[in-house]
């Protein structure tokens, strides 16, 4: 099956890793030069294309008049939501998906015809649900529901929190910590859990404790 995939931000790289290990042909669009030179070297130079995935001529280039799947994950709901329309109308793309930044764009998305979305809700129900979604993290910004943030943060080896169980944590009220990537590996969290330099942790924190989340993590690499 071969699979384009436009936008190479976190979501986009860790998907890319994911589909590459299933077996999948897959082709991705960066148009940051630098960015997509950087991805290359960690995904192969055939697996990574530079350019803008919204430009007929780049999707000429990138084959998607052969593709099976196009997925637009950029950070962009403007964007995802053009590279879908095109991969359908211009190219007759079979399968879309787009990432939805924006959890109330999803009706606008489905409107144009766009019915395969995936939102920050749907993704961080998933992972509380299941507790493991292998190779795929990303900041998912603001819920649909409720006044609660999914953020990210990768510990370095100064943060306070390294070495700990999370039992041993003191979390800011009705925050939790749901999801970690480690290396290769995705683990579910439990009390029994202890974080390690390098971890990529997701929390489910109110959006008034997320200042605390951060003190808590303190010199993560980004939070």
Same mark, same amino acid.
């Given at each position: 099956?071969?699979?384009?995939?436009?936008? +190479?931000?976190?979501?986009?790289?860790?998907?890319?890793?994911?589909?590459?290990?299933?077996?999948? =042909?897959?082709?991705?669009? %960066?148009?940051?030069?630098?960015?997509a030179?950087r991805?290359?070297?960690?995904?192969?130079?055939?697996?990574?294309? %530079?350019?803008?995935?919204?430009?007929?001529?780049? &999707?000429?280039?990138?084959?998607?008049?052969?593709?099976?799947?196009?997925?637009?994950?950029? +950070?962009?709901?403007?964007?995802?939501?053009?590279?879908?329309?095109?991969?359908?109308?211009?190219?007759?793309?079979?399968?879309?998906?787009?990432?939805?930044?924006? $959890?109330?764009?999803?009706?606008?998305?489905?409107?144009?015809?766009?019915? %395969?979305?995936v939102?920050?809700?749907?993704?961080?129900?998933?992972?509380?649900? &299941?507790q493991?979604? $292998?190779d795929?993290?990303?900041?998912?910004?603001?819920?649909?529901?409720?006044?609660? %943030?999914?953020?990210?943060? =990768?510990?370095?080896?100064?943060?306070?929190?390294?070495?700990?169980?999370v039992?041993?944590?003191?979390?800011?009220?009705?925050?939790?910590?749901?999801?970690?990537?480690?290396?290769? =590996? +995705?683990?579910?969290?439990? +009390?029994?859990?202890?974080?390690?330099?390098?971890?990529?942790?997701?929390?489910?924190?109110?959006?008034?404790?997320?200042?605390?989340?951060?003190?808590?993590?303190?010199?993560?690499?980004?939070?």
């Open positions: 099956m071969y699979m384009i995939l436009v936008g +190479g931000g976190n979501v986009g790289f860790h998907l890319a890793k994911r589909l590459l290990a299933a077996g999948h =042909e897959l082709l991705m669009l %960066e148009k940051n030069p630098e960015h030179q991805l290359a070297g960690l995904l192969g130079s055939e697996n990574v294309m %530079e350019g803008d995935g919204c430009e007929m001529l780049t &999707q000429r280039d990138a084959g998607f008049n052969r593709a099976d799947v196009v997925i637009a994950v950029t +950070g962009e709901d403007e964007d995802n939501m053009v590279v879908c329309q095109m991969a359908k109308v211009v190219w007759s793309v079979d399968r879309v998906l787009a990432r939805v930044n924006d $959890p109330a764009h999803v009706d606008v998305f489905k409107r144009v015809g766009i019915d %395969e979305t939102s920050a809700t749907d993704i961080i129900y998933s992972l509380l649900e &299941q493991i979604m $292998p795929f993290v990303m900041p998912v910004g603001a819920l649909g529901r409720g006044d609660f %943030e999914v953020v990210e943060a =990768e510990l370095s080896s100064r943060s306070p929190v390294v070495g700990k169980a039992r041993e944590l003191i979390l800011p009220p009705q925050t939790n910590l749901v999801w970690i990537l480690r290396g290769e =590996e +995705g683990i579910g969290v439990s +009390g029994d859990t202890t974080l390690m330099e390098g971890d990529i942790v997701v929390a489910l924190v109110p959006r008034s404790h997320e200042a605390d989340l951060r003190d808590l993590f303190s010199t993560a690499t980004r939070v």
